[in-house]
């Protein structure tokens, strides 16, 4: 069983950056592939960005390709996003997912494990 808990999350302006953790408890994160969505009420999660066990290869949705970097310390058992030039429309709770499956996913039913999430707003 993993233990995954977000944090990083914050009211900020448009133009603004925010950098989100997602720790990891239970077992060594590196035997799995991470990925970040979004959720908004009434809305399905959405996939933001995924990554594999060693860092090495990394998948954006379209609309935070380049904005958004993921990446992971196997050492700290931590995987971040780093979020910059946000948007409104990057308001949403944000949530790390993980699964032990091999590939870069964005569908959520791949993810066996999920965080409780971190919420973004972003607004003037």
């Known amino acids: 069983q993993v233990q995954l808990v977000e944090s990083g999350g914050g009211l900020v302006q448009p133009g603004a950056s925010l950098r989100l953790s997602c720790a990891a408890s239970g077992r060594t994160l590196s035997n799995y592939y991470m990925g970040w969505f979004r959720r908004n009420p009434g809305k399905e999660r959405e996939f933001v960005a995924a990554i594999n066990r060693n860092g090495g290869s990394i998948s954006y949705a379209d609309s935070v390709k380049g904005r958004f970097t993921i990446s992971r310390d196997n050492a700290k058992n931590t995987v971040d996003l780093q979020m910059n030039s946000l948007k409104p429309e990057d308001t949403a709770v944000y949530l790390c997912?993980?699964?032990?499956?091999?590939?870069?996913?964005?569908?959520?039913?791949?993810?066996?494990?999920w965080g409780q999430g971190t919420q973004v707003t972003v607004s003037s």
């Open positions: 997912a993980a699964t032990s499956n091999y590939g870069l996913f964005s569908r959520t039913y791949n993810y066996q494990y």
